[in-house]
């Protein structure tokens, strides 16, 4: 049974950045397709980007196009999420997902790290 485990949140300034990492254990993603969603206080889960299991394709909201890269390195067994220019609105918590290739439904989820972007 794949477990993920997000890290690498925090409380960081309007403008700065910061890189959460998901690592899995438990079995290898390298054959997922790796995603990272965030919700906010009192909002629904929103899709952040996603990433094959190859790395050779990525998607992202329009939102953070340009601002987020997702990446990955199935030898470690991780996915990342680097995020610059962080603004107060992306505050949320991210949690990272896996889904099976050639399916719609991420199977395996982690429990969240918290991202807090002050004014």
């Known amino acids: 049974q794949v477990h993920l485990v997000e890290s690498g949140g925090g409380l960081v300034q309007a403008g700065g950045s910061l890189r959460l990492s998901c690592a899995a254990s438990?079995?290898?993603?390298?054959?997922?397709?790796m995603g990272w969603f965030r919700q906010a206080p009192g909002k629904e889960r929103d899709f952040v980007a996603r990433i094959s299991w190859n790395g050779d394709t990525t998607y992202y909201t329009d939102s953070m196009k340009g601002r987020f890269t997702i990446s990955r390195d199935n030898a470690k067994n991780t996915v990342y999420l680097q995020m610059n220019s962080l603004k107060p609105e992306d505050t949320a918590v991210y949690t990272c997902?896996?889904?099976?290739?050639?399916?719609?439904?991420?199977?395996?989820w982690g429990q969240g790290t918290q991202v807090t972007v002050s004014s």
């Open positions: 438990g079995g290898t993603v390298s054959s997922y397709t």
């Open positions: 997902a896996a889904r099976p290739m050639g399916t719609f439904t991420y199977t395996h």
